[in-house]
Every structure is written in structure tokens, then in C-alpha cells.
């Protein structure tokens, strides 16, 4: 009985189970059946045939610029380094008690204002004890002057032996040059005390004080008392590839080579400009490591806009070209063998023209060939031509995008449309 009961429950799980396997089955086929009948029947609105070729014939949006013939000052760019004109550390000559500092920190100063000065009393006391020497040496000097004559004339009569007189006439000789000595010791005592009183070497701006009133000071001193710099002309040291050192060098021999200052990150213009300064010193030669020469500019900062230490960048001129064409840089192409433009003829068609490019920079391009001056060339949509594509010319404020017919949907965009509707 408990067997039959067993066989009656199994058969009965066997069936639950195909059943479900059933439905799942029949489930995924309707899905099929459905994605089947969707990719088949449903086809999206497509374009018209004339919609098709507008598209494709419709006037490309360009903006254009003319190619101009003017003079070109040739520069080239650098980065560079602003030192003072002349750097002094302000050092004591003599030791000694620092008794009075009289300058301010950042102070102008001019050659020979008074800095600091030291305790004098020492040196004083050294030169007055010279003078006293000297005056000393000098009575007995004058002595032996005139024991001399009285020698000379009593060998002269025998009343005394030449001997005698040739004595004493070495004894003049030696306190003459006594008296040489101490008036040697009297100008070194004077140099002693005239270095007590510190003084500026040089027209310039003082730094941060190094050494407080009261200190002592000595000769030996490494960090000394204030670092004096001239800030007016001031220098930039910059560095160009060792391929300009032709350029430079002729620029240098036709004359005073124009270096312009900009702040460091500007775009060149007019806004960024620093200062105007002239070319100075080509370096003699070349840094085998870098590959590059370096040059120092020197610039009258009159308005104290450069400052020692900073980076700033450096436009040079070298050369000017003269009657150049010239495109703005945007409308040059560069193409696998050679640069080229795109130029718009009278019809609104464009043509592509190989160039040949001179100099570069972020302004202009001047094209040695291939282009006569009055062209107009393409600035801005060359991305999108071809050779002898319809265009339109527009303004810079005017909107670039193409009115033409409507583009093709996304595939079942149009149905949805429908339903929504």
C-alpha cells in the first residue's frame, strides 16, 4: 500500500512539472514572436529622396579672413628669469659694536648715504696714536738734519773724521724713512676709521635687515648686514635653442635687438606687456646639455613692474619681413605631405591650395607660396569641406548652423512621434 501511495504522489510531481516547463517555454516563444514582428513590420519614417540629396548639397557654414601683404617683425619667444642689475651685500669692514643702523628696509638709497655706523673709539684712538708717532719720528728727524750739516762742515775743515759724517747722514736716511712708515701707519689707522661709518656702494633698494643695532659685528661675517639691489635698468636672463643663434647673431650685428617682457601666462598682447628692453649679451656658448644659448636683456623698469627672481616671458626681435602674406594661423592647414588652406572663389566654392608656411606664431602665419594676397581663406568650418564644397560665408556673430532640410530620425523616433500624438 505505502509503494502504490509513493508511485500516486511521484506521478503526480512529474506532471506539476512538465506543466510549468510547458508554460515557461510557450512564454519565451510569444516573447520571440514578438521582437520577431517588431524588427520585421516596424520600419522607421525615413527621409525622402530629396530631403536626402538637400542634405547632402546644402552650403557648409565658413567663416573666412583675406590674406594681407604687410611687414612682419620676426620674434622669437622664451622664457626668462629677472636678476638686479648689480647685487652688494652690505658687509663689515672693521669689528666692533653696531651703534647705529640708519636705513630702512626697502629703502631707495644712493651711493654714499650712510647705512650703519660702528663704534669708532678704537679706531680713533689707533689713528691719533699714529699721527703722535709720526710727529715723534719727525722732530727727530729734523735733529739729525741738522747734526748732518754740522758733520759736513767740520770733515770738511778736519775737525772730524768723514766717517762721522757719513754716520749720521745714514741716520737722516733711516728717520726719513720712519717717518714714511708712520705716515703709511696714519693712512691705514684713517682707513680703519673711515670704515666704522657704512656706507652704500651703489644707487639701489635695500632687502630686509640681517643685523639689529647693538650686535656685534666683525669682518668675517658670511650673511652681513642688508643686500642692496639696482633695480633701474634691471636684466632678464632667458634661454633660446641653440637653431635661433643665427638669428640672433645677425640681428645682433645689424644693431640693438628689441626685447619685449610679458608676464608670465599672458597671451602676448599689449595687456601682458612689462617693459621694453634691448638685447645685451649672447652668451658665448652653447649648453651642451639643454641644447640651448642663453641671453641677458636689459630693461629700464621704470615703473618697477620687473622684480628679481620672477619668471617672465621674453618675445625677441630678430628680423622684420617685409610685404609678407600673411593668414591668421587658424586657416593653415596641416596635411600629411604638406600645409594647406582652403580658399573661397567668387562662385562659393572652395579649392584647396598647398602652401608653403615661413614663420609662425600666435598671430600670423606668413605664406612664402602657394597663395596670392587677397584671397580669402577659410578660418573656422574647414573640418567639414572638401575640395569644391558649396559654403557660406558668415560673421563671427552670426549663427554657423545649417539651415538645411530635416535630419534623418533614429531609428522608430517617427512611430513614437505617432503614438504620442
Not at 206 to 231: E, P
Not at 392 to 398: G, H, K, N
Request: charged letters at 20%.
Amino acid at each position: 500500500m505505502d509503494a502504490l501511495t509513493r508511485d500516486a504522489q511521484l506521478g503526480t510531481r512529474t506532471r506539476r512539472f512538465t506543466l510549468g516547463r510547458a508554460v515557461m517555454v510557450l512564454l519565451c516563444l510569444l516573447l520571440l514572436g514578438g521582437i520577431v514582428y517588431a524588427v520585421w513590420f516596424w520600419h522607421p519614417a525615413a527621409p525622402s529622396q530629396p530631403a536626402r540629396s538637400g542634405i547632402r548639397n546644402a552650403p557648409v557654414p565658413v567663416l573666412v579672413a583675406p590674406s594681407e601683404t604687410r611687414d612682419v617683425p620676426i620674434y622669437l619667444d622664451g622664457l626668462g628669469t629677472v636678476q638686479a642689475f648689480n647685487t652688494v651685500t652690505v658687509k663689515a669692514m672693521v669689528d666692533g659694536p653696531l651703534v647705529e643702523v640708519r636705513f630702512k628696509e626697502g629703502q631707495e638709497v644712493h651711493a654714499g648715504d650712510v647705512l650703519a655706523r660702528i663704534d669708532p673709539r678704537t679706531y680713533q684712538a689707533a689713528l691719533d696714536q699714529a699721527v703722535a708717532k709720526k710727529a715723534q719720528d719727525q722732530a727727530n728727524l729734523a735733529n739729525a738734519r741738522v747734526d748732518l750739516v754740522r758733520y759736513q762742515k767740520l770733515a770738511a775743515t778736519a775737525y772730524t773724521s768723514a766717517q762721522q759724517s757719513d754716520t749720521q747722514k745714514a741716520t737722516v736716511a733711516q728717520l726719513e724713512a720712519q717717518v714714511q712708515q708712520d705716515q703709511a701707519t696714519i693712512d691705514s689707522a684713517r682707513t680703519q676709521l673711515s670704515y666704522t661709518t657704512v656706507a652704500a656702494p651703489l644707487d639701489g633698494r635695500t632687502g630686509i635687515r640681517l643685523v639689529d643695532q647693538g650686535n656685534i659685528v666683525r669682518a668675517g661675517d658670511a650673511t652681513g648686514m642688508v643686500v642692496i639691489t639696482k633695480l633701474q635698468p634691471i636684466s632678464v636672463v632667458f634661454t633660446l635653442p641653440q637653431q635661433a643663434l643665427p638669428a640672433v647673431a645677425a640681428a645682433m650685428k645689424e644693431g640693438t635687438a628689441e626685447a619685449l617682457a610679458f608676464a608670465q601666462g599672458s597671451d602676448g598682447s599689449r595687456a601682458g606687456l612689462l617693459d621694453r628692453g634691448t638685447l645685451a649679451v649672447l652668451d658665448n656658448q652653447v649648453d651642451p646639455t639643454t641644447g640651448t644659448i642663453k641671453l641677458k636683456a636689459t630693461f629700464p623698469n621704470a615703473e618697477s613692474k620687473l622684480w628679481p627672481g620672477g619668471f617672465v616671458g621674453i618675445r625677441l626681435k630678430v628680423a622684420t619681413e617685409h610685404d609678407a602674406i600673411v593668414v591668421p594661423p587658424v586657416a593653415v592647414q596641416r596635411g600629411p605631405t604638406a600645409a594647406y588652406v582652403y580658399v573661397v572663389g567668387t562662385d562659393d566654392t572652395v579649392k584647396r591650395e598647398t602652401v608653403t608656411v615661413g614663420h609662425e606664431d600666435e598671430r600670423a602665419s606668413i605664406i612664402a607660396s602657394g597663395l596670392p594676397a587677397g584671397a580669402r581663406v577659410v578660418t573656422d568650418g574647414a573640418s567639414r569641406l572638401t575640395d569644391g564644397a558649396h559654403v557660406t560665408v558668415v560673421s563671427p556673430t552670426q549663427d554657423a548652423t545649417p539651415s538645411g532640410p530635416a535630419q534623418a530620425s533614429a531609428p522608430g523616433t517617427a512611430a513614437r512621434r505617432q503614438r504620442a500624438q
